[in-house]
């Protein structure tokens, strides 16, 4: 029986044929439902956190309980030794400098402290009395203007000439740097205890022969 040209089947090479095909799916119309890069991303990221957590488990005593178990161990440990140490600190203490840029006199840092102190600010009262101690100290002579400066360093050289006051100047420096870098909060008493300090630095009579006893043997900072 003879087959007319309309019943002959129509055979398209393997090529063309996969173009053809993959030109097809690449169309809008299949891909509406997909998932954006934002989904693939997330998506890949839990695999791969699956991935991983199945790993540690199946070497973890206890499997998949016992890898929970050690996670909330961390976890309670990490929030206990931030409750211990407090704030973290992005600088060391004993490397962050006293003074801003902007130098002011020592009067200026009492009004300052007084304003702040007046507005129950005590903190920022606290820093501003402990910078009034230092510049005065400097405007005295007693210090050695220096920029960089740390409230450590300088109640440790003003101890040398102020020795009747070193224990306290010490302390001044551990309350400024407990309310500058840690968690702690200024207080009106450890204002008060500034202040107080303030007023007998002023009034004290340096002993510049032990001062100039040291910085003649060599320890000078």
Known sequence: MPVSGEDVPVT????????????????????????????RALNWLWEKIAHLMDTASGVTPGGGVGLVTII?????????????????????TAGTKLFADVPRTAAEHRAAAEEHAHHGRWSEAVQERMRAI?????????????????????AAEAGRPLPDHAARLAHAARTFDDVT????????????????????????????AESGAGAAGGSRP
């Open 72 to 92: 909330i161990v961390v976890v309670l440990l990490a929030v206990g030794l931030r409750l211990r140490l407090g704030r973290l600190r992005g600088q060391s």
């Open 12 to 39: 398209i090479p393997r090529g063309p044929a996969r173009e053809a095909a993959e030109d097809e799916l690449s169309k809008g119309i299949y891909h509406r439902d997909d998932p954006g890069l934002l989904a």
């Open 181 to 208: 870098y840690g968690d702690h909060q200024g207080t009106p008493d450890a204002y008060a205890a500034l202040c107080e300090l303030d007023t007998e630095v002023q009034r004290a009579k340096p002993r510049l």
């Open 134 to 154: 230092v510049r005065s100290l400097e405007e005295r002579a007693l210090l050695d203007p220096r920029p960089g400066r740390t409230a450590d360093e300088a």
